[in-house]
């Protein structure tokens, strides 16, 4: 095998292609079995977008799992062409499209989804090509894109505790599953337990799958979700209803006035996107650090061309509400961790993150697995919000640079979640001219409250 062959400090063997590196399972990485059952398990969080889908597309559930899996396989890409990624949703960005998608009539809503997902890809693409990703970001005030963080996170909380929304119909249910949840991933004295126990190091680095695993027992247990029903056997995804009523093959393109109403949403969910292209850099940097027996090549150009590809394909033969996202945060580092570890625990990243993803890919296809997460979706997608809600505020406030810059973003954040992304940025840009002037996209950093929040994180 080639990657048997490596020589200490280089990269992992691959077939050059421009600018990706093809790199195959077996051949040109070691198949890593711990993060191929980790994944087995952990497509439960990935079937959580299928609510989403029935909820505002009004999708059956077997043709939203259709989109679920052709998502699925499209998280192969990254490792394959030369991305040391766990590739996932844009998770902070899910309540500004949700919000932004419920603004239209049903009838509308399959056309605004793909108008949204095909010109964001697209412009991935573009910024992929020219380079100029890091330049388009630079140049959107700290302010705004402290308020558009924000915002995303307030809409993640309010989309669960709104009335009518999930709180309603599984109250005691998330109650204890996000309190564990948040126990778990933030709590400090957590942390420590980990490092002194086994046991408590391998829940931890399990993300949230024990969580969800405990809902499944907490909502029939409080009469708020029937006992799953156990099914054997692989799923069936329903593709012709899929291509035929919610694609462009079934309703044609949709008109341009979609893409062009778009565009502030897109710019919008670019900021939070771009924030997770510079989260990967930094846990591959880090990781970089100690493995010095291999050298990663992390691009953002080529993330970029692999993410825009998939949204710009995915619009196309399987609209989603949850996008194609750079990076998932929580399971990028659960095997980044693992990576850490030495050579003999894990050979190549590419091998981590690529075994993860062929694992969540055979778990979409197992039907005990689908049918027994299926009665609490609703938990699971409530849980990630709201998780999302807290590192989306965190992330946003730490993106101020002055007090002036978070009382700008506080009100951007308030109107994004009321109002939408069009009615934020308008607003961001009306008070950054009339506090900063001619500062307008430098502001200020008056030395107080962004440093205390850096050393906090």
């Known amino acids: 095998m080639k990657w048997q062959n490596r020589a200490y400090g280089e990269e992992s063997p691959y077939i050059p292609l421009g600018p990706f590196k093809l790199r195959l399972p077996f051949i040109h990485y070691r198949f890593e079995w711990p993060d191929y059952v980790q994944g087995l398990l952990m497509c439960a969080v990935d079937l959580a977008a299928i609510p989403l889908l029935i909820e505002l597309l009004g999708m059956p559930f077997e043709a939203a799992l ?4 052709i998502n699925g396989l499209f998280y192969l890409t990254h490792h394959l062409l030369g991305d040391p990624v766990v590739p996932g949703w844009i998770t902070p960005a899910i309540p500004l499209i949700m919000v932004y998608v419920s603004q239209f009539p049903a009838d509308e809503r399959v056309h605004a989804l793909v108008a949204f997902q095909l010109t964001l890809g697209l412009f991935s693409v573009f910024l992929g090509v020219t380079g100029l990703a890091s330049k388009v970001v630079n140049l959107v005030p700290s302010a705004i894109k402290a308020g558009i963080i924000m915002g995303a996170g307030i809409a993640a909380v309010i989309s ?10 599984f109250p005691w249910t998330i109650s204890i599953a996000v309190g564990i949840a948040f126990y778990l991933i933030f709590s400090r004295h957590f942390q420590v337990l980990k490092q002194k126990n086994k046991l408590w190091g391998t829940i931890g680095k399990l993300g949230i799958f024990p969580i969800i695993i405990l809902a499944v027992v907490i909502a029939p247990l409080f009469g708020e979700a029937p006992w799953p029903t156990i099914e054997w056997g692989f799923s069936k995804p329903d593709f012709s209803t899929l291509w035929n009523e919610y694609t462009v093959f079934g309703l044609g393109m949709p008109p341009l006035l979609l893409f062009i109403s778009g565009l502030p949403t897109v710019l919008a969910t670019y900021i939070v996107l771009f924030g997770d292209i510079l989260q990967s850099k930094a846990i591959i940097d880090e990781a970089d650090d100690i493995r010095q027996d291999e050298k990663v090549d992390y691009n953002p150009n080529r993330a970029h061309l692999i993410f825009g590809a998939r949204n710009s394909i995915m619009s196309i033969i399987g609209p989603d509400v949850t996008m194609s996202g750079p990076m998932w945060s929580a399971m990028q580092v659960v095997v ?3 990576y850490k570890e030495g050579r003999k625990v894990m050979d190549s990243i590419f091998g981590g993150s690529g075994s993860f993803r062929w694992g969540t890919n055979t778990g979409l296809l197992l039907l005990p697995i689908v049918s027994l997460v299926e009665p609490i979706l609703g938990v699971a997608l409530a849980l990630t919000l709201l998780i999302q809600g807290y590192v989306s505020v965190r992330i946003g406030i730490m993106e101020a640079k002055s007090q002036r810059d978070l009382g700008i973003a506080g009100i951007i954040a308030a109107v994004l979640a009321i109002k939408g992304a069009a009615w934020a940025f308008a607003i961001g840009i009306i008070l950054c001219f009339l506090i900063y002037g001619k500062k307008f996209f430098v502001g200020e950093n008056d030395g107080t409250f ?3 929040v850096e050393k906090e994180a």
């Not at 259709?66 to 899996?69: G, H, I, K, R, Y």
């Not at 669960?160 to 119909?169: D, L, M, N």
């Open 336 to 338: 980044v961790e693992r």
């Open 160 to 169: 669960i505790f709104q009335v009518g929304g999930r709180f309603e119909s």
């Open 450 to 452: 962004a440093k205390d």
């Open 66 to 69: 259709a989109v679920v899996m």
